[in-house]
Structure formats: structure tokens, C-alpha cells
């Protein structure tokens, strides 16, 4: 079964850090882009950011740029997210997703999402 | 950077009546790149439009896409139970790459 599985949510105090994690199963990791997409509580959908299959392309949103890291280890299945410098608004539930450029770059599997607090 | 600007932003119907929801974007592309999601409560999004008309695997054919330059649109012929959700449509850019979501429809029952 075709499966992302997030990590690594919690509460964080504005400008703290935090990382990430999804490790994905039942798929050839290493031949898909993966992404993160956020949703703020009652809002709509965010993307985030993308990395290529290899890790040799990162791509940010300009709300995040220069802020989070994507990474990923194609060994180990794993799709990373390190987000420093938090503000409130970044609140969210972020999704790991996979993209499927078939399809016209959509985001063909999703996880259940790990929700990031930033408060004080 | 392109905005995609969804309406109504919410739609009232009946089971059995049909969805007719709206997707606009601020400048033409293509229609390759655009994509329609379903979210529940609780739930992730799913894909179930993708290059503006042909429907991802297991999505029944109530659910339609059609569209081109900038004015796209979902259609849901008869509304079952299970499809009262908000609505998302996404357009993918290649250069450099970034996606960009419609802030979504809600289909509620009337």
C-alpha cells in the first residue's frame, strides 16, 4: 500500500525550530518529487516546498524561503522539513506529498498531516 | 505568479442536484497543469481532476473538468452524501516550478 506517514509536529515558541519527517512506503521513493503543503486551521491549502527526486532541485514558497530546509534520504524512504525561525503564522498542519509530473504536477499521495503550533 | 480565484465560496445544494463550481485564473496557462482536489473534515486532500478534465484513478464519472485559458470548472452531475466537501483547484508552474491553490468552495447541504 502507497503510504506517507508525517512527524515531528508539536508547539514551538515564535522564532524556535523545529524538524519535520515523512517516511513514505509501497512506492519507488527515489523516482518522485515530493513536496510539503500546509493548511492553517480553518484555511485553505499552502504549498511549501518541493525537492526533486534526486535532491538536487529545492524549490520554496516566498513565505518560507531563506526560513525551511527540504531535504530528503532516498536510503532511508524519508522526506525531511527543518522550519527555523518560526512565526504564528506558521501554524498549520503540514502535509508530506508525492508529486506526479504524469499528471501535470499534482499531488497524487498524501499523508494525514503533522500539525506545527507556534505560540508563546 | 499566478492566482487562481475560486467561486462561490460556498455552494448550498440538495443530494442529487448538480455542482457547478468555478476556477479563475489571473493569467492563461496550461491547462495540463490544472488539477481539482476533494477535502473532508479530517481528511487529507485527493486528487480528483488532473490536466483540467481526466479524472485520477478510482474518482467516479459523476465528477467532471473542463476549462481552458483561464476559466475552469468542476462539475458534480448528481451530488451523493459523500461528496458534500470543500473543493480545491491547483495550477502547477514549471519556471521555476511552484504551485498555486484556489482558497477552495465548500459544497454544503441545503
Known amino acids: 500500500e502507497v503510504q506517507l506517514l508525517e512527524s515531528g509536529g508539536g508547539l514551538v515558541q515564535p522564532g524556535g525550530s523545529l524538524r519535520l519527517s515523512c517516511a513514505a512506503s509501497?512506492?519507488?521513493?527515489?523516482?518522485?518529487?515530493m513536496s510539503w503543503v500546509r493548511q492553517a486551521p480553518g484555511k485553505g491549502l499552502e504549498w511549501v516546498s518541493t525537492i526533486s527526486s534526486s535532491g538536487g532541485g529545492t524549490y520554496y514558497a516566498d513565505s518560507v524561503k531563506g526560513r525551511f530546509t527540504i531535504s530528503r534520504d532516498n536510503s532511508k524512504n524519508t522526506l525531511s522539513l527543518q522550519m527555523n525561525s518560526l512565526r504564528a503564522e506558521d501554524t498549520a498542519l503540514y502535509y508530506c506529498a508525492r508529486i506526479h509530473y504524469g499528471s501535470g504536477g499534482t499531488f497524487d499521495i498524501w499523508g494525514q498531516g503533522t500539525l506545527v503550533t507556534v505560540s508563546s | 505568479e499566478i492566482v487562481l480565484t475560486q467561486s462561490p465560496g460556498t455552494l448550498s445544494l440538495s443530494p442529487g442536484e448538480r455542482a457547478t463550481l468555478s476556477c479563475r485564473a489571473s493569467?492563461?496557462?496550461?491547462?495540463?497543469?490544472l488539477a481539482w482536489y476533494q477535502q473532508k473534515p479530517g481528511q487529507a486532500p485527493r486528487l480528483l481532476i488532473y490536466?483540467?478534465?481526466s479524472r485520477a484513478t478510482g474518482i467516479p464519472d459523476r465528477f467532471s473538468g473542463s476549462g481552458s485559458g483561464t476559466d475552469f470548472t468542476l462539475t458534480i452531475s448528481r451530488l451523493e452524501p459523500e461528496d458534500f466537501a470543500v473543493y480545491y483547484c491547483?495550477?502547477?508552474?514549471?519556471?521555476?516550478?511552484?504551485?498555486?491553490f484556489g482558497q477552495g468552495t465548500k459544497v454544503e447541504i441545503k
Open positions: 509501497g512506492f519507488t521513493f527515489n523516482s518522485y518529487s
Open positions: 490536466a483540467a478534465s
Open positions: 491547483q495550477q502547477y508552474g514549471s519556471s521555476p516550478p511552484s504551485w498555486t
Open positions: 493569467q492563461s496557462f496550461n491547462i495540463n497543469s
